[in-house]
Nanobody, 128 residues
């Protein structure tokens, strides 16, 4: 049973930085994409970015490109989201997600329905 547990959320001022972490349990993840999504109240869940577990290749939404960076530590089964130059519109619950079917599509999907496992979420609030 795959489990994802996020941490690192909190309150940050606009222009500041925050790093989210996600620890993954229950599989080797060698054929996975790990991604971050976010959801603000009243909005749909939005793709932030993803990383191919083995190759380390990344992809980002246009709204965070150049400000956010996803990385992973294979030895620790950890995925990170480094958030820099945050804006009030980045305020949301952030979710770690895992897609076990990367090798069936060979691209990082931005669709929530492509992901099989989800963490419980961690809240990020950016004050102006």
């Amino acid at each position: 049973q795959v489990q994802l547990v996020e941490s690192g959320g909190g309150l940050v001022q606009a222009g500041g930085s925050l790093r989210l972490s996600c620890v993954a349990f229950g599989d080797t993840f060698s054929s996975y994409v790990m991604a971050w999504f976010r959801q603000a109240p009243g909005n749909e869940r939005e793709f932030v970015g993803g990383i191919v577990w083995t190759a380390g290749r990344t992809d980002y939404s246009d709204s965070v490109k150049g400000r956010f960076t996803i990385s992973r530590d294979i030895t620790k089964n950890m995925v990170y989201l480094q958030m820099n130059t945050v804006k009030p519109e980045d305020t949301a619950a952030y979710y770690c997600a895992a897609d076990r079917n990367y090798r069936a599509r060979w691209y990082i999907s931005s669709l929530a329905e492509s992901y099989d496992y989800w963490g419980q979420g961690t809240q990020v609030t950016v004050s102006s």
